[in-house]
């Protein structure tokens, strides 16, 4: 009685067992430090609790995320995502003024590299020599 009592329990718990490993490990893809050496720009994104504090920009509060550029101090903020799946979120982002914005999606390639495709809406740019430069459609960013 107590072999099959055990078996039972077994094979109840096994299924929630697997889910909350599966839940655990996908729990961080959208999560962390994201950096593309090609353009020396970053992004810092959280799109699971999406509580990321901008640095001297605490006044807009906790957002998604952002895109930051290494040679300048503005951002391109995170005002929402959306999880899609295990690869693909979908991002709304504005400008630190506020006066542009777009939508976008972010794909996972694999567990260290990412896509930033810019869809709708403005063209995110950075400064470079006193100049706007057009990011490219699409980024690609490695996970650090």
Known sequence: ????????????CLPMMAQAQKNDADSTSFKGYLYNKEYNVYLQIDFYHQNVIVPRQEVYGEMA???????????????SATIKNDHIAEIEIINDYGSEDLKATLTKVNDSTFVLHQGEGSTIKIARNRKWVKMPKDLTFSKR
Not at 1 to 12: D, G, P, V, Y
Not at 65 to 79: A, I
């Open 65 to 79: 995320g952002y895109f930051g550029d290494c040679q300048d101090g503005r951002k391109w903020l995170f005002t």
């Open 1 to 12: 009685m107590r072999k099959l009592l055990f078996l039972f329990f077994t094979i109840c």
